[in-house]
């Protein structure tokens, strides 16, 4: 299919029935971290020809790596430590064609930046993003898909990317939600209707996807790593258009696109190829507790199963004592706690107004209760801000600490064995930290229903009594929060963000001494660098120009290597290769910081690869290899680098499912640094075989790689220039030659150029 995609596009594919897309992207999106690799190979381009390096192909957004955790901490280590990075990525943006660059100082978390990221992409088809925080896209109608850092680069590099057929299937929204349901609840079972829904993408749809606000949007969107769907997507309708057309004006104020922009009909349904019913009366609110977060309770039956739990024989759910006293069910710790919880700024609004409907009728909280409103985001108060509401917890007797996991305020005194007591906690995990010592039972629910249950002083209530008169109307939170909170909040949180980002191109080195202007030329290079270190994949040979010929296995891998043994992310022990080429550099342990951080130097990627395999012709675990024919065991790198310097060829055999887990390119990298020809394993992981052959390096499937002996020399031939058969030869212990049949897979054309940045240059060359 030559169209590029889009859902419209998918949709009309789904029911027509089609082969593989073509996917081409309005705008990638990478953290700093993931895009150094990416942008070192652009850089190189220049090296050779100044005035005609390649350009990314689409617009690439290159955000922090604080991001997507929302915090500044990244921002001062980085400029302490890595100097040269900064005046990489300043070369970056005035260079390349393009290419923004965002401040790292981010001190909001991911919610608020998406949003206020997403308001100024309304008129994005296609956005492609590495990172899963910015799933929260589909939430406000931007079609948004997860790739890997190698499939974006593809797209930057101009290489149409070829997807498998992406089926759209749709859920119809109908129904109310009860009364005491809050967007916890909601968000939950939705997530928990969709892991019923296998692959592709899921569009809502129906009458009832009014009541889903946009905070409620964006949490679902963002949780679609929690099922095997590719994205969540919400359309926009006339909540989403009623938000854009209050905060466009506010982040880009000469853009007016966004009042012309016409919201779905909801009503009206479209061609998928599956339609699911999603009811919203079916998110019946629930308690989990008392003792372990996994037992729940529905709120309907949760008075009615307390009163027959104590008595009850002792158990995980139930206590054991009489039920004469009329004590049970005393609240005497209430934690409204969790960022996960009021980052959701309805989840705030409902929670604020309802304190300060119980402020109005003139209630308080009783004063035996210890009550704490631990947000754990910044944003919560920034929300109560816009409503005026910002001291209304403290009012009615709750003190606010910093602590996100914090669950008293102050000592609750034991009252008695014989009456069952209770802690209300609202936290989104860490359920056994939380637990108080000094109660019998600790339930985990909503943060509205448990400051309604604080207010009476006991879970021995109905809820429908303590609750009248003061339970805030959902449609009217809806409104305020797309109307007036939300656009207020974000368009707050975009200008604080645009003016780090100005304040950030001023603070970075001058590159060369020259001015802020775009400008064109190479990257100056710092050989004393331990960051930013020129990549050499544009020297190393590649392995299809010719057969493969008396080649040597540098690895011999068993089944199901993941992509964390093949190439770690985490930080570096003080024994391992990488390390010890630090060390030799000068640089202090405690500034070695992770594989991650140090992408952008080449050394520290080949050193790490395979550091957590295990090379099954050598009895050791880790980056070993036994170097033929001298059966000297050497340390991978180091045997790499004899046989290149005798002009070995290498190859590396794997069984089944190699490179499973998380994509992860730096992997394929490592490989293509090795100086490997091949990697002929059993079965790949298919993002992998993608990966591999955009570094040159080619993926062979051989069905028989278990009879191919490791210690022997190997050959590849193939039935034709272009052919995708061929046979796997060795000398085999008894001195007979073995063969087996092999098949090449991946894209010919980047293969025959030696990988993707090759074939780049090569396509420009011909223009």
């Known amino acids: 299919m030559e169209a590029p995609v889009s859902l419209e596009y998918l949709r009309k594919c789904t029911v027509n029935g089609s082969s593989n897309h073509l996917l081409f992207a309005d705008l990638v999106i990478l953290t700093d971290n993931k895009a150094l690799p990416v942008l070192l190979n652009f850089a190189t381009t220049f090296d050779s020809n100044p005035l005609n390096g390649i350009h990314p192909a689409c617009p690439l957004h290159i955000i922090p790596s604080s991001f997507k955790q929302g915090c500044a901490s990244s921002g001062p280590r980085t400029t302490k430590h890595n100097p040269c990075k900064l005046r990489f990525l300043k070369w970056c943006q005035e260079t390349l064609r393009r290419t923004t660059v965002f401040a790292p100082e981010v001190t909001h978390c991911q919610s608020s930046c998406v949003q206020s990221l997403a308001a100024s992409l309304f008129d994005c088809g296609v956005v492609v993003s590495t990172e899963p925080c910015t799933a929260g896209f589909n939430g406000l109608g931007i079609f948004t898909l997860q790739l890997s850092v190698s499939d974006c680069e593809s797209l930057l590099f101009g290489h149409r990317l070829e997807i498998p057929p992406i089926t759209v299937s749709g859920v119809q929204v109908i129904g109310e939600l009860p009364k005491f349901a809050v967007s ?48 969540i997507y919400f359309p926009c309708d006339r909540v989403c258009v009623d938000y854009l057309r209050v905060v466009a004006p506010l982040v880009h104020p000469n853009r007016k696109a966004i009042l012309c922009r016409p919201p779905v009909d909801h009503t009206v349904q479209r061609a998928f190829s599956r339609n699911f019913i999603f009811d919203l009366a079916t998110c019946q609110p629930a308690v989990s507790g008392p003792k372990r977060s996994s037992d729940r309770t529905l709120l309907s039956n949760f008075v009615t199963e307390f009163r027959e739990s104590i008595h009850r024989r002792l158990s995980p759910t139930s206590f054991g004592v009489s039920d004469k006293n009329e004590d049970h069910g005393k609240v005497l710790s209430l934690s409204l706690a969790g960022c996960t919880n009021f980052s959701n700024a309805l989840v705030t609004l409902h929670t604020a107004l309802l304190a300060k409907n119980i402020l109005d009728v003139g209630k308080s909280l009783p004063s035996h209760l210890s009550a704490s409103f631990a947000p754990g985001t910044g944003l919560a108060n920034l929300y109560l801000e816009e409503i005026e509401l910002e001291g209304v917890f403290s009012k009615l007797g709750l003190t606010e600490v910093r602590s996100c996991c914090a669950e008293r305020t102050r000592p609750v005194e034991k009252i008695t064995d014989d009456v069952v007591t209770c802690a209300l906690v609202s936290g989104n995990g860490n359920y056994d930290n939380r637990k108080h010592p000094n109660t019998s039972a600790t339930y985990l629910l909503a943060s509205p229903i448990a400051l309604l249950f604080a207010l009476a002083g006991s879970v021995n209530v109905d809820l429908g009594d303590v609750a009248e008169d003061i339970w805030p109307d959902r449609e009217r939170l809806i409104q305020l929060e797309s109307q007036q909170v939300l656009p207020r909040v974000c368009a707050r949180v975009y200008r604080e963000f645009r003016e780090s980002c100005a304040a950030f191109q001023e603070a970075l080195p001058e590159h060369q001494g020259r001015g802020r202007r775009r400008t064109i030329g190479p990257f100056i290079w710092d050989p004393h660098s331990h960051y930013i270190i020129r990549p050499p994949y544009l020297e190393i040979p590649t392995g299809w120009s010719r057969d493969i010929e008396r080649a040597r296995v540098l690895m011999a891998l068993g089944d199901n290597v993941t992509s964390d043994q093949i190439s770690p992310s985490g930080s570096m022990s003080r024994n391992s290769p990488a390390a010890t080429y630090l060390s030799n550099c000068r640089v202090s342990p405690r500034n070695y910081d992770s594989y991650g951080s140090r992408r952008g130097n080449h050394h520290i990627v080949v050193m790490g690869v395979f550091s957590k395999a295990r090379n099954t012709a050598v009895a050791m675990a880790g980056a070993f290899a036994c ?10 790198y180091e045997a790499a680098m004899v046989y290149r310097q005798c002009r070995t060829p290498t190859v590396i055999l794997a069984g089944a499912n190699y490179c499973t887990g998380v994509s992860r390119d730096s992997g394929a990298r490592g490989v293509r640094l090795l100086g490997v020809s091949a990697v002929i394993a059993h079965s790949f992981h298919p993002p992998h075989i993608r990966e591999l052959v955009f570094q040159g390096v080619l993926p062979i499937e051989c069905k028989e790689v278990d009879c191919v002996d490791p210690t022997s020399e190997i050959s590849v031939s193939w039935r034709g220039p272009s ?7 060795w000398l085999g212990s008894s001195g007979c030659v073995s063969k087996v049949d092999v098949t090449l897979l991946g894209d010919m054309d980047l293969l025959k150029a030696g990988g993707l940045c090759n074939w780049a240059i090569k396509q420009q060359q011909q223009r």
């Open 184 to 231: 916890t609840d909601m968000v939950l079972h939705f997530i928990k209707f969709l892991k019923s829904i296998c692959g592709g993408v899921v569009e809502v749809w129906g009458e009832g996807i009014t009541q889903i606000a946009l905070s409620d949007r964006i949490a679902i969107a963002n949780m679609v790593k929690e099922t095997s769907l590719q994205c």
């Open 627 to 636: 170097h033929y024919p001298t059966g000297r065991i050497l340390d991978l």
């Open 723 to 729: 052919s995708r058969k061929g046979s796997l030869s």
